[in-house]
């Protein structure tokens, strides 16, 4: 059964900072991982998919990259603002089952201005 | 184009009362998904479809049934609420583009059941 895990809970940083945000999952046969942005009260928003044959994806100051040997992803922020701040969820779709996701738990950022 | 719609975005339930809960798209997408959200828990899918007139059960199916007689709609029932189906319902839709199924969500249903 494929697990997601995000490492912190919660995140406090100063603006400006570059941020690396990481997610790990249990089983390297995934067909694509996709990052979300969750506001409070809101649903999520995608930010990046990456298909299991891509490395990196990158939208804006947002990179995500991925590794599929070693079960991890990384969504870079770069030069953090107070708008960044936000619950971003990490889901990933497994070989058998393409067009279903498991969630990771998320993690929540708060950029202090 | 209004992407994933839900309605209501409010309810408060007693025990044992029944209720539906609609999803619409209009990016006349294959694939819907409804998905519960509690603290602490994440996300988890409860029933999905995988086209108009199918459906597939999820990983917390219990206590809830779906339709799928359009394609563009999506019904989560819940016949006898229970206190745990308290809980954050989200709806989503996808569609199969350039080698992956990229989901869009809806801005969630609050569900309290006293």
């Known amino acids: 059964k494929q697990e997601v895990t995000q490492i912190p809970a919660a995140l406090s940083v100063p603006e400006g900072e570059n941020l690396v945000l990481n997610c790990s999952f249990t089983d390297s046969a995934i067909y694509n991982l996709q990052w979300f942005r969750q506001d409070p009260g809101k649903g999520l928003t995608s930010l990046l998919l990456i298909q299991s044959s891509q490395r990196e994806q990158t939208s804006g100051r947002l990179n995500a990259s991925l590794d599929k040997s070693s079960g991890r992803s990384t969504l870079y922020i770069a030069a953090s603002q107070p708008g960044d701040s936000a619950t971003y969820l990490c889901a990933v779709s497994s070989q058998g089952g393409s067009e279903k996701l498991v969630f990771g738990k998320g993690m929540k950022l708060t950029v202090n201005p | 184009n209004a992407g994933v719609t839900q309605t209501p975005k409010f309810r408060v339930l007693k025990t044992g009362q029944s209720m539906t809960l609609l999803c619409a798209q209009d990016?006349?997408?294959?694939?819907m998904y409804w998905y519960r959200q509690d603290p602490g828990m994440g996300l988890r899918l409860i029933h999905y479809?995988?086209?108009?007139?199918?459906?597939a059960k999820g990983e917390v199916p219990d206590g809830y049934n779906v339709s799928r007689l359009k394609k563009q709609n999506f019904l989560l029932g819940l016949e006898s609420a229970a206190p745990s189906q308290t809980s954050v319902y989200f709806c989503a839709s996808s569609r199969y583009t350039l080698a992956s199924y990229e989901q869009y969500f809806g801005p969630g249903t609050r569900l309290t059941v006293t």
């Open positions: 990016m006349n997408h294959e694939y």
């Open positions: 479809s995988v086209g108009e007139g199918t459906t």
